[in-house]
């Protein structure tokens, strides 16, 4: 039986390519692995499958029993809930460790880099193996879609040096071209209800005991979201009665290179301490454009100081 690579729940485009890139890769090393998704793939996600002819990978929801290689993510509450019972060969990140945990020795690859798919490329390079053309565009198109092309805090020198090469290998002549492009399919939000905006790129997080919920909207231009802000101020109020301290949601303005943020809370003075802006339902955070590196770290002194 194959093992299985995978990502986070509401996959992003740099979980799903670097599952199908740590698939490819382990297959050509020697442990046949098929790559799967823990949802169903967002609107810029299959854009970019369709661009490359890369078909969509098949969703799965337990993974008891099986050998299974893990990117993007070490955190339990983003994992199958029955991850316990999987053997996990290999990790591929550019998180900070989180609360999973295993029973065996396993190949670890994780960096403090803008994507998963800057460490599949470095993981590539060290066993000498070459990227299909079709994989390193849409490894591309996830490097991009992760350091919001170029723009956020999380990138570095590497990743760019990477998508260089990975251009290269896909014979692509302008990354900011098929960037843009990429973002335009990811801010389109006319179509898509306000459930599936605010799990379209959405994660829950374990603060000081409280369950957190943090999700994330990029689009070219905030001007776009404004028509749907009520609506999805009213989802994160419908997600965070499931059982939640809070519920925050980013809405990220690529150009102007800031977030608007909707709050839904039982405690709001937790934005404050976080950010030293106060608001009860919403405010903006110039210069925040990384949900891991400049507010989930915020979040989390925070919670842990109520």
């Avoid at 070459?130 to 956020?152: Q, W, Y």
């Amino acid at each position: 039986m194959a093992a299985l690579a995978f990502g986070h729940k509401n996959p992003d485009t740099d979980t799903v390519v670097s599952a199908l890139a740590a698939a490819d890769l382990k297959t050509k090393t020697g442990t046949e692995t098929k790559a799967v998704t823990l949802g169903e793939c967002p609107p810029e996600t299959v854009f970019v499958l369709e661009k490359f002819g890369i078909a969509k990978p098949e969703v799965v929801t337990s993974v008891a029993g099986q050998d299974v290689v893990i990117v993007d993510t070490t955190d339990l509450s983003q994992l199958p809930d029955d991850i316990a019972e999987a053997n996990v060969l290999a990790i591929y990140d550019h998180h900070k460790l989180g609360s999973l945990t295993t029973t065996n020795p396993l190949e670890m690859w994780v960096g403090p880099v803008g994507s998963t798919a800057t460490m599949l490329y470095m993981a590539y390079q060290y066993n000498n193996v070459e990227i299909p053309k079709d994989l390193a565009g849409a490894m591309l198109c996830a490097l991009l879609s992760d350091t919001v092309m170029f723009k956020s805090p999380t990138c570095t020198d590497k990743d760019k040096e990477v998508a260089d090469e990975l251009a290269k290998i896909a014979g692509i002549g302008d990354m900011m071209d098929l960037g843009m492009e990429m973002f335009k399919v990811k801010s389109a939000v006319d179509d898509a209800t306000a459930e599936e905006l605010v799990f379209r790129d959405y994660k829950d997080f374990d603060m000081s005991g409280k369950k957190v919920g943090i999700g994330q909207l990029e689009v070219v231009d905030l001007s776009m979201l404004e028509p749907r802000k009520a609506e999805l101020a009213e989802q994160i109020k419908k997600v965070k009665a499931e059982g939640r301290h809070s519920v925050f949601l980013l809405l990220t303005d690529i150009m102007k290179e800031g977030s608007a943020m909707l709050i839904v809370s039982d405690d709001a003075s937790v934005v404050e301490k976080a950010f030293g802006v106060a608001g009860d339902t919403e405010v903006w955070l110039d210069g925040v454009m990384s949900r891991k590196k400049q507010v989930v770290p915020n979040f989390e002194k925070a919670f842990a100081s109520l």
